[in-house]
């Protein structure tokens, strides 16, 4: 069964630090960029920060330089370390590949930024 779980959300102040894992099963993991998409309320997905196969990254200019994507191909999992979140991180975090398959959106992981 394919399946993407993503884990480590969380209620923090701004500033914080929270980091997220997203544990993949019934796909070949290694061959599949994968990326971490969030969703706020009321506003449409988007992706934040992705990684390739080769493990070249690229992230949103909104969290560029505080969010760090990577993936562990022996355990078919891929983090994001989120540092100085601010309350505009407030979102559902999900993992998916990249560009992201319907059959794959998981429930998510909820991040809550407090002022």
């Known amino acids: 069964q394919v399946q993407l779980v993503e884990s480590g959300g969380g209620l923090v102040q701004a500033g914080g630090s929270l980091r997220l894992s997203c544990a993949a099963s019934?796909?070949?993991?290694?061959?599949?960029?994968m990326g971490w998409y969030r969703q706020a309320p009321g506003k449409q997905r988007e992706l934040v920060a992705f990684?390739?196969?080769?493990?070249?990254?690229n992230y949103a200019d909104s969290v560029k330089g505080r969010f760090t994507i990577s993936r562990d191909n022996a355990k078919s999992t891929v983090n994001l370390q989120m540092n100085s979140l601010k309350p505009e991180d407030t979102a559902v975090y999900y993992c998916n590949v990249v560009p992201s398959k319907p059959e794959l959106w998981g429930q998510g992981t909820l991040v809550t930024v407090s002022s």
């Open positions: 990684i390739t196969t080769t493990g070249s990254t």
């Open positions: 019934g796909i070949i993991f290694r061959v599949n960029h």
